[in-house]
């Protein structure tokens, strides 16, 4: 039997309940006995969660419920949602940022290095690198801290980059969000 393909296939729903049950099949067949977290598994547990009908429908609230639902079953805890839930959309276009920190690393061993003097540079929306506004600072085990001005983050696209002697740069790619 030859099959060619074709764009705009519909499926009747008879026709889409046998695949799904073939592809479920192939999946059972494909892992052997399905463990209790097996792939097939997963999906089955989601699938069941769901409210019948079309996941459209759902109201914006439903579809947050129906996520929280699912994140803890899958063990997040509470307090971790909420985390996520008040987490910053991201960095402030031209708004100042303290103790951005970053990890140097020894340019033989690359190891964490400790004790460097670090060399700040910063490139606004593709234009040269050009020093920041303030030092750096180191903290500890190979971590560094800088306070970035408002004018280090005046860009769409700001690009940060760390040198120093003995150690590989560490650079950086910010998407601001407009104030």
Not at 61 to 67: D, F, I, P, R, Y
Not at 87 to 92: K, L, R, W
Not at 132 to 142: L, R
């Amino acid at each position: 039997m030859n099959i060619e393909s074709q764009d705009n296939i519909d499926f009747g729903a008879l026709q889409k309940t046998s695949v799904g049950v073939a592809v479920q099949a192939e999946l059972n067949t494909a892992i052997s006995t399905p463990t209790a977290d097996s792939l097939n598994e997963r999906i089955e547990s989601i699938d069941d969660k769901l409210p019948a009908g079309n996941i459209s429908d759902l109201t914006e609230a439903q579809s947050n419920t129906q996520a929280d639902l699912a994140l803890t079953d899958a063990g997040v805890t509470t307090a971790r949602m909420a985390k996520l839930d008040n987490s910053p959309e991201g960095v402030a276009k031209n708004t100042a940022l303290n103790n951005f920190m970053f990890l140097m690393r020894d340019s033989t061993t690359d190891a964490p290095k400790t004790g460097l003097t670090v060399t700040p540079t910063r490139s606004l929306d593709g234009a040269a690198f050009t020093g920041t506004a303030n030092a750096v600072t180191e903290v500890s085990d190979g971590y560094y801290k800088i306070d970035l001005a408002a004018a280090d983050l005046n860009g769409d696209i700001v690009a940060l980059k760390f040198t120093s002697a003995g150690a590989n740069d560490t650079g950086f790619t910010i998407k601001t969000n407009p104030t």
